[in-house]
C-alpha cells in the first residue's frame, strides 16, 4: 500500500470532514509561486500591518489581507508610506507585483481570482492565517476570509504531510499473528487444557503484524487486512506501533517478529473472540500451540 492509501484508512482520517483536515498541524499543501515549488501553511502568526484587498473568487467575496514582503517588491519599497499612496496607484502596484501569487490562490481554491479594490477592514480573526514556504524560508504571509467552497477545496487529504509529528506520533495498537487455520466446528467445541494444535508453518513462515484490524505488515510491506474467519494463534497481549513505524513499513517493509518461547502467552481467536489461551510448545518436534484454557 501507498502512504497515502494507508492515511485514508485510519480511524482520525476515514471520516474527517474537510474543516478537520485544513485544522490539521500536518496540513500543509504544495504549490507554485511562480517557478518556484513551495508549500502552503495555515500556521503563520497572524500579521497586523496588512494591505487589505476587496477580492471574488468568481461569484464569492472574500477579504485578502497581505503582509509586508520582499516577494513583492515595488509594494515592499513603498510599505511605509502606503496609506499615503491614493488608491489606484497602490491597486496598479499590488495588480504589478502580486500576479504570481494570485495564481497561486487560484489554482489552490480552483475558482478565477479578481481584485475589486481595497476593503475596509482586513479579514478578521477567524479567517485562514496562512504563509507561503520555499526551503525553509517564508514567502508570503496572508490571511483570507474562509467559507465551506474554500474548505472543500482546500480540505483534502491529499494536503496531510504524512512526515509531520502529528500523524507519525499516533499510536495504534497491534497483535502479532503466527498462524492462521480452519478447523471443524466439532474440533473447535472439543477443544481442551492439554490438547496440542500443530502449526507447521511457525518457523517457515514469518509472523504477520495486524494493525488496528486494518492492516497487516509482512517482509514485503503492509497490505490492507480483511478478517477471514480463519482460527489465529497470536500473541497474547497487544504491542502499540505508530503510524510512523506503519508508514515507514509500507516503503521498507518490517523485519519478522521472532517465534515465541515456550512461556510466551498465546492465545487462539477467531472473529475477535478468544477460543482458548494457550502457549507455544514441542510435539514429537514440531511446533504446536498447547491448550491452556479453552472457550469454545
Not at 138 to 154: D, E, N
Amino acid at each position: 500500500m501507498k502512504q497515502s492509501e494507508i492515511l485514508a484508512l485510519l480511524p482520525e482520517c476515514a471520516k474527517a470532514s474537510a474543516g478537520a483536515i485544513l485544522a490539521s498541524p500536518a496540513w500543509a499543501m504544495p504549490c507554485r509561486l511562480g517557478d518556484v515549488s513551495c508549500t502552503m501553511r495555515l500556521d503563520a502568526e497572524r500579521p497586523s500591518e496588512t494591505i487589505d484587498l476587496s477580492v471574488r473568487f468568481e461569484g464569492e467575496s472574500h477579504v485578502l489581507s497581505l503582509a509586508d514582503s520582499e516577494a513583492f517588491p515595488e509594494l515592499h519599497s513603498i510599505w511605509s508610506t502606503r496609506t499615503e499612496l491614493p488608491e489606484p496607484i497602490l491597486l496598479a502596484l499590488v495588480e504589478k507585483d502580486c500576479g504570481q501569487f494570485f495564481q497561486l490562490l487560484e489554482n489552490a481554491v480552483h475558482k478565477q481570482l479578481s481584485v475589486q479594490g481595497l476593503a475596509n477592514e482586513p479579514a478578521g480573526e477567524d479567517a485562514l492565517a496562512a504563509r507561503i514556504v520555499a526551503d525553509g524560508r517564508t514567502l508570503v504571509v496572508f490571511k483570507l476570509t474562509s467559507s465551506q467552497s474554500i474548505v472543500s477545496a482546500l480540505g483534502t487529504l491529499r494536503f496531510i504531510d504524512v512526515s509531520n509529528s502529528a500523524v507519525r506520533d499516533s499510536a495504534l495498537s497491534a497483535e502479532v499473528e503466527y498462524a492462521s487455520f480452519a478447523l471443524p466446528a466439532a474440533d473447535i467445541a472439543a477443544l481442551g487444557p492439554g490438547d496440542n494444535i500443530l502449526l507447521p508453518e511457525v518457523g517457515t513462515i514469518a509472523p504477520r503484524i495486524i494493525v488496528d484490524d486494518r492492516f497487516y505488515i509482512s517482509e514485503s510491506g503492509v497490505s490492507a487486512w480483511v478478517d477471514d474467519g480463519m482460527l489465529r494463534v497470536v500473541r497474547a497481549e497487544p504491542m502499540s506501533i505508530t503510524v510512523g513505524e506503519l508508514m515507514d513499513a509500507a516503503t521498507d517493509g518490517r523485519a519478522a517478529e521472532p517465534v515465541p518461547v515456550l512461556e510466551t502467552a498465546l492465545k487462539l481467536t477467531r472473529m475477535g473472540k478468544t477460543v482458548a489461551t494457550g502457549r507455544f510448545s514441542k510435539l514429537a518436534s514440531q511446533n504446536a500451540f498447547v491448550v491452556d484454557t479453552a472457550n469454545p
